[in-house]
């Protein structure tokens, strides 16, 4: 019967945490640390973890936004339906997310739209980067995305800056072989075969 109800607590704490904008979501948790406190000084160890365990949930939604991690879970696993959907869940990321997390958020938009329609996901991924991703890796990706929608464009010039940009983001080398696979097809800009010679751009 307390596990059941426990359940019942923890899955009420999910759904609230699914709609309350991201400062509420602080300010709940600073109250169920608070009060976490109060049980355990007065005696009430069980309830006090649980009531610290509720508050801890919250915190780390706070910063790290559960519906984004699930969502990225499933992009890693090449399913963008079910990627989009727990991402469409964040209906005003302004709100919900902290600060960090909004150009991470228009990364992974692009990300699933660039599957869908390439070049409208070149917006999203200009977003990512006008309001700063702190790791680098992720900065070099949205740079590679937008070589990529640049020679889609067959726009060279854009295409090189954006991939110079991104193999000097990628520190961590995460990204070598889908550059260097990107600049090999960027050569080929260059020159087009046709009808058994070539054209110059």
């Known amino acids: 019967m307390l596990v059941y109800r426990t359940n019942k607590q ?14 509420v979501r602080l300010v709940i948790a600073c109250v169920f640390f608070g009060a976490a406190v109060a049980l355990c000084a007065f005696g009430f160890w069980g309830w006090g973890i649980l ?27 090449e399913n963008s339906e079910k990627s989009e959907e727990w991402l469409m869940k964040i209906t005003d990321y302004e709100k919900q997310l902290h600060k960090n997390q909004h ?8 990300l699933i739209e660039s599957r869908k329609a390439p070049m409208k996901s070149e917006k999203y991924f200009k977003k990512a980067l006008q309001l700063g991703m702190k790791m680098s890796h992720n900065t070099a990706l949205a740079k590679l995305s937008l070589a990529g929608i640049s020679m889609a464009k067959r726009n060279k010039r854009e295409a090189q800056m954006y991939l110079s940009e991104a193999s000097k983001d990628d520190k961590n080398k995460l ?3 889908q550059i260097k696979m990107m600049k090999g097809q960027l050569a080929q800009m260059d020159k087009q075969v046709v009808r058994g010679g070539y054209r110059q751009f």
Do not use: P
């Not at 009531?51 to 984004?68: A, K, P, R, W």
């Open 103 to 110: 150009g991470y958020y228009n990364l992974l938009i692009g």
């Open 10 to 23: 923890i899955f009420a704490v999910y759904i609230v945490s699914q709609i309350m904008s991201n400062i």
């Open 175 to 177: 990204l070598t072989d």
């Open 51 to 77: 009531v610290l365990l509720f508050g801890g949930i919250l915190l780390l939604s706070f910063f790290f936004n559960e519906n984004m991690i699930i969502s990225q879970y499933f992009l890693r696993k």
